[in-house]
């Protein structure tokens, strides 16, 4: 089929583009739609401030009936180049029928907008930055996604493989059962380290007492991520972004803040959520007029399912207990409301001491998912 490669000009345009994945896996087992706003708004130069420091490139491929059956992003994270001495271009939010001349096309876009912007390479699945989805699924297409994971059909990678692009970096993910019990060595760890380093874990109850913590949070986030893949710090104003979308959204009693006595400063973070996948499906991309419901009613119900959603430790604490102590305050609360198992979410497969502090769980590794990439 002729395929035509329209650049996203209007607002009307970047509906078409963030509605297309809904639309592509309609009734699909699996596939957790994200939410339309959020997405708009993260693709919206405007409103991201992501902006500050990329820029970006969105394409959508048409038949000749002028149907949409792809879509690509082309990024580029200047500061991230910068950071990594690269000369790398980024696609993200990338999404296709199983056809080559469709593949074909998009990618080509893709990659001469790279070309023209000087770029020497292209990576990706990968966003703006760490917060938004990145990786390919490669392993686990029969399980369902989760709300910080991309679903993508079994045919995606093979169409990598075909256009040249070789694996950049896989993350692996693991299902991890709760025990009935905090294992005996991470509740005697987790006691020396707070004892040690003068170290305190902090619970809310409102979000009142979590708001003088958000920002330092996210500022623990940035040096306990730094040496990650494809990582950027978050500025001020990125920082701020996210603590106004995320944190109206959490659950209070599945989130456990490490800090100093000394200072109040956070030295670890565990932030948790209920799963929310189903809710996600019920509510078909939207939050209104009623996505809000399902949503709620997950969000603060008793889930068989959690997700870490985000966890990091400074550097200077790392292998020295704090872990044991999110398992010590974390572990009675998933028991109390009936939790089965917990979603890691994606984990860099040369994280290795991420990996490790899953050793005294039962556990079991169901998804893969992988960056590619591509000299231009």
């Avoid at 079994?154 to 990598?160: L, N, V």
């Avoid at 509510?283 to 990091?312: E, H, M, N, Q, W």
Wanted: positive net charge; proline residues 5%; hydrophobic residues 40%.
């Amino acid at each position: 089929m002729a395929i035509e490669i329209k650049e996203v000009k209007t607002k009307k345009d970047l509906k078409q583009f963030v509605r297309f994945n809904i639309e592509l896996y309609k009734g699909h087992p699996y596939h957790v739609p994200g939410l339309m706003e959020e997405e708009l708004m993260t693709l919206d130069r405007k409103k991201n401030p992501a902006f500050e420091q990329s820029e970006a490139i969105y394409f959508l491929a048409c038949n000749e009936k002028q149907e949409v059956v792809g879509r690509i992003a082309g990024i580029i994270n200047y500061k991230a180049n910068e950071i990594w001495k690269q000369k790398a271009a980024r696609f993200g939010f990338v999404d296709f029928v199983d056809d080559n001349e469709t593949v074909d096309a998009l990618f080509k876009a893709v990659e001469e907008w790279a070309r023209q912007k000087g770029m020497e390479e292209i990576h990706g699945p990968l966003g703006f930055t760490d917060m938004d989805h990145e990786g390919m699924l490669v392993h686990g297409f029969d399980l369902m996604g989760t709300m910080a994971t991309i679903y993508n059909y079994p045919y995606y990678p093979s169409h990598m493989e075909r256009m040249g692009y070789v694996k950049a970096q896989d993350w692996k993910e693991y299902k991890i059962y709760i025990p009935t019990e905090i294992p005996e060595k991470h509740r005697r760890i987790g006691e020396i380290a707070r004892e040690k380093y003068g170290l305190k874990t902090l619970r809310f109850k409102s979000r009142k007492e979590i708001w003088p913590y958000a920002n330092k949070i996210f500022q623990a986030l940035n040096l306990a991520y730094a040496p990650l893949y494809g990582v950027t710090p978050l500025t001020e104003k990125q920082i701020e972004y996210y603590v106004k979308m995320y944190i109206p959204m959490l659950r209070l009693d599945m989130i456990a803040i490490i800090v100093r006595e000394a200072d109040d400063q956070v030295a670890g973070f565990a932030i948790s959520l209920p799963n929310l996948s189903h809710a996600l499906r019920k509510a078909s991309g939207r939050i209104f007029p009623f996505g809000f419901i399902p949503l709620l009613r997950a969000l603060y119900g008793k889930p068989k399912v959690v997700d870490l959603y985000l966890t990091g430790v400074l550097p200077e604490y790392r292998g020295k207990g704090v872990n044991a102590m999110f398992f010590n305050a974390l572990i009675p609360v998933y028991q109390k409301v009936g939790c089965v198992y917990a979603e890691s979410n994606p984990e860099l497969e040369t994280n290795n001491a991420v990996q490790a502090q899953w050793d005294y769980f039962r556990r079991e590794h169901h998804k893969t998912r992988r960056a590619f990439k591509k000299s231009l």
